[in-house]
C-alpha cells in the first residue's frame, strides 16, 4: 500500500473501532485471512483464528447488550476504556513501518477519532433511552454495526472515500460535540441512579 492508503486504512478501522472495535477486528483479521486484502504493518497478525474468534465471540455477545436498553449505556462505559485506546493501537499497528513521526500521529488522530466515533455513539444511545418505546435502540444498533462492517470495508479497498467519510464525520462532531459532553453527563448520572436503585430517567434529565 501507499501511504495515502495505509494511513486512511489506519486512521478509518481506528474509527470504526470506537463504534464496534471487535466487528472491526473480525472483518480485517477474515480479509487477511482470505487473501482478500494484504494488511499494511502489524495489522497483519490479524489473520490468527484465535484473533478472529475471540472478536467474533464478543462482537456476538456486543450485538445483544447492545439493544438493550440501559445495558447498552453501562456497555458503553465500560468500553471507553477499550475502543478508545484500541483505536490507537490499530492505527499505530497500520503504520509502524512508515516514518517515525508519520506513525506517532496517526496514532494520536487514530486516538481522536476512536474517541469521537464512541462519544457519538454514546450520545445518541444515552438520548435513545430517555424516550418511551425501545425500537430506537434496535433501529441504532442496526445502523451502527453497518457503519462499522461498511467502514472497515471501505478503510481497506476505498482509501478515499473513507477520508471523505472521515472528513465530514469532523466536520459534523465539531457541531455535536457539546451534545456528546451533556450526554456524557446524563449517561454517567443515569449509571450512578442503576446502582443507587434510582430512577434513571429523572436522575438523566436532572443532569441535562
Known amino acids: 500500500m501507499d501511504w495515502f492508503s495505509t494511513l486512511s486504512l489506519a486512521l478509518g478501522t481506528a474509527w470504526t473501532s470506537g463504534i464496534n472495535l471487535y466487528a472491526t477486528v473480525t472483518v480485517l483479521g477474515l480479509l487477511q485471512k482470505f487473501g482478500a486484502a494484504s494488511l499494511p504493518g502489524g495489522l ?11 472478536a ?21 462505559v465500560i468500553h471507553t476504556f477499550i475502543r478508545v485506546p484500541a ?7 497500520a503504520t509502524n513501518e512508515m516514518d517515525g513521526s508519520l506513525s506517532v500521529i496517526a496514532t494520536l488522530l487514530g486516538g481522536g477519532l476512536a474517541f469521537s466515533s464512541h462519544g457519538t455513539k454514546a450520545a445518541l444511545r444515552a438520548g435513545a433511552n430517555l424516550s418511551p418505546e425501545p425500537v430506537s435502540n434496535w433501529v441504532l444498533s442496526i445502523v451502527e454495526d453497518i457503519i ?3 467502514g472497515a470495508m471501505l478503510a481497506v479497498f476505498a482509501p478515499v472515500l473513507i477520508a471523505i467519510v472521515l472528513v465530514f464525520f ?5 457541531w ?7 450526554a456524557v453527563r446524563k449517561l454517567l448520572g443515569g449509571i450512578r441512579a442503576l446502582f443507587a436503585g434510582e430512577n434513571y430517567k429523572e436522575v438523566a434529565r436532572k443532569a441535562s
Open 56 to 76: 467474533g465471540f464478543l462482537y456476538l455477545i456486543e450485538f445483544f447488550a447492545d439493544k438493550i436498553p440501559y445495558v447498552d449505556s453501562v456497555w458503553d
Open 176 to 182: 455535536f460535540a457539546p451534545k456528546v459532553f451533556r
Open 87 to 93: 483505536g490507537a493501537i490499530v492505527a499505530y499497528a
Open 148 to 150: 462499522a462492517f461498511v
Open 170 to 174: 469532523a466536520i459534523f462532531f465539531v
Open 44 to 54: 497483519e497478525v490479524l489473520d490468527n483464528w484465535w484473533i478472529i474468534g475471540v
